[in-house]
């Protein structure tokens, strides 16, 4: 089993840059896929990006490719997501989300574990 924490979310003006991070406990942290979700207000959670186990393949959603990045340091227990030209509408919740597979994990019903989410805020 596997926890997820998130952090550095927070209030952002539009254009400007935050990094997320999501520390995992346990020591088989490169046992798991991880991935990166977000819910804004009044919708259903989405996908953002995720990343295999040791980082050799990526994948994001459209809406954010080319912005955003995806990354893990394996020891140090922690994926991140860099996310840079901040948009109003990347306003959410951001969740982190761990998996016991090999390849990069898409769909949000294959993940096993979730973080409790940390607040993004993009100002116009």
């Known amino acids: 089993q596997v926890q997820l924490v998130e952090s550095g979310g927070g209030l952002v003006q539009a254009g400007g840059s935050l990094r997320l991070s999501c520390a995992a406990s346990?020591?088989?942290?490169?046992?798991?896929?991880m991935g990166w979700f977000r819910q804004a207000p009044g919708k259903e959670r989405e996908f953002v990006a995720a990343?295999?186990?040791?980082?050799?393949?990526?994948y994001y959603a459209d809406s954010v490719r080319g912005r955003f990045t995806i990354s893990r340091d394996n020891a140090k227990n922690t994926v991140y997501l860099q996310m840079n030209s901040l948009k109003p509408e990347d306003t959410a919740v951001y969740y982190c989300?761990?998996?016991?597979?090999?390849?990069?994990?898409?769909?949000?019903?294959?993940?096993?574990?979730w973080g409790q989410g940390t607040q993004v805020t993009v100002l116009s």
């Open positions: 989300a761990a998996d016991r597979s090999i390849a990069v994990v898409i769909g949000e019903l294959e993940y096993d574990y």
């Open positions: 346990g020591r088989t942290f490169s046992s798991y896929a």
């Open positions: 990343i295999s186990r040791f980082g050799g393949s990526t």
